[in-house]
């Protein structure tokens, strides 16, 4: 797979719209439309996205991410997608619908087939839609795909969903509508080293600043360390109140069946389920206890 950081001439291309934070089971559902129908007409297929989430540009702010862009890239290769073209959004926020599909996606690509979401929007105060691109698709010669809306449990699968998910710690729906679990991944850090001393010793990340937060508590997570080998973990998430006053949120892991130092190694944290939220203990062995039970909990 190419990433692309400007527009250029590759014509013929089976083409996939959408920022796709999250690259869900919905923009799976449109990432592989667009892939299927180059693999069936023997072109290749593309991704048109942006550099920044328009909500930069707008809001003057980042939003929190699903997925970090690194692992974007990997979701989007594995989906089978041979072209990521990312655009600056600031140069084509206010080109009209039209301009925006004739000087940009017809003159650049003159694409074979758009494949989008059901409720995709584009151009200048996004005035751009299915029905636009759908009564265009003659006159360019293209093969328009709307992808209907794709649901689990009868609620919409959508990235503001998913958000939302993670933040109120219903991890196990998320990751349903992901298609995976929802994952970081870190370089371990030295820490308190207390948790040697309760017999539980943790991988000590910090959390990545752009991607969303699940609230503070105790989850059940994979680990996958830097030799590919994969663990069950307990992990921790937030200030750690019963030994701290910092206010410094961590992610610490006491991974299991694993002996060694993993100071300086890159680990990958997936989030099964929350096991409950953080508490304040009155001391270390009513800590020690807990997690005694937070573990049994696993099995």
């Not at 809001?59 to 690194?70: R, V």
């Not at 539980?200 to 990340?205: G, K, Q």
């Not at 807990?290 to 573990?295: F, P, R, V």
Request: with cysteine; net charge negative.
């Amino acid at each position: 797979m190419e990433i692309i950081r400007e527009l250029r001439n590759i014509p013929n291309l089976s083409l996939a719209l959408g920022f796709f934070d999250g690259v869900h089971l919905g923009h799976q559902a449109v990432i592989s439309c667009a892939v299927d129908f180059a693999k069936e007409n023997n072109c290749k297929s593309a991704v048109i996205t942006f550099q920044e989430h328009p909500y930069c540009f707008f809001k003057g702010e980042s939003p929190k991410y699903i997925l970090t862009l690194e692992d974007k890239y990997k979701c989007l290769e594995q989906l089978g997608v041979d072209y990521v073209f990312e655009l600056d959004f600031a140069s084509i926020y206010n080109l009209s619908p039209a301009q925006y599909l004739e000087d940009v996606l017809v003159k650049y690509f003159y694409p074979k087939a758009i494949s989008t979401g059901f409720n995709h929007k584009f151009g200048v105060d996004k005035s751009g839609n299915v029905k636009f691109l759908s009564d265009y698709q003659d006159k360019f010669d293209y093969v328009y795909s709307a992808t209907p809306p794709q649901s689990i449990w009868g609620d919409v699968i959508s990235s503001t969903a998913i958000r939302q998910f993670i933040k109120t710690g219903v991890i196990d729906m998320a990751n349903s509508m992901l298609g995976r679990k929802f994952a970081v991944s870190g370089t371990v850090i030295k820490g308190r080293e207390l948790g040697r001393t309760l017999g539980y010793p943790t991988a000590n990340i910090i959390y990545p600043l752009d991607i969303v937060e699940p609230p503070y508590g105790v989850y059940d997570v994979e680990v996958e360390l830097d030799d590919g080998s994969i663990h069950r973990g307990l992990a921790n998430y937030g200030i750690s109140p019963t030994v701290s006053n910092d206010g410094i949120a961590i992610l610490e892991v006491y991974v299991l069946d694993f002996e060694g130092d993993l100071y300086d190694r890159d680990v990958r944290i997936s989030f099964n389920r929350m096991i409950r939220p953080e508490i304040k203990f009155d001391n270390l062995d009513e800590l020690k206890m807990q997690m005694d039970l937070d573990l049994q909990s696993m099995y």
